[in-house]
């Protein structure tokens, strides 16, 4: 069964810094792209930094480029997201996703998901 477990979330002041863990099993990890999404209260499902299977290739949403990084070793079949300089906008449950499709931004294009973990910025 394909299972994806995220942990790290927690309480951080303006400017500090969370690292985000997303460990998979139940699949081959390396054989597919990764992302991570984020949801607000009241808001859509927005996405946030993706990873390709190997690695070699990440993007991110204009809101963290510069401050988030996204990395994952396969070996240990697991996805980060590094989040830097955080602010209270950042606030929100993160999700871990896997997807059948290279480049992907779009919530339609994951097809497993975790249960996300929260994140809360506060000023």
């Known amino acids: 069964q394909v299972q994806l477990v995220e942990s790290g979330g927690g309480l951080v002041q303006a400017g500090g810094s969370l690292r985000l863990s997303c460990a998979a099993s139940?699949?081959?990890?390396?054989?597919?792209?990764m992302g991570w999404f984020r949801q607000a209260p009241g808001k859509e499902r927005e996405f946030v930094a993706g990873?390709?299977?190997?690695?070699?290739?990440?993007y991110y949403s204009d809101s963290v480029k510069g401050r988030f990084t996204i990395s994952r070793d396969n070996a240990k079949k697991t996805v980060y997201l590094q989040m830097n300089s955080l602010k209270p906008e950042d606030t929100a449950v993160y999700y871990c996703a896997r997807s059948y499709h290279s480049g992907a931004t779009a919530v339609q294009l994951y097809d497993y998901w975790g249960q996300g973990t929260q994140v809360t910025v506060s000023s």
């Open positions: 139940g699949w081959i990890f390396s054989s597919y792209p």
């Open positions: 990873i390709s299977w190997s690695g070699g290739n990440t």
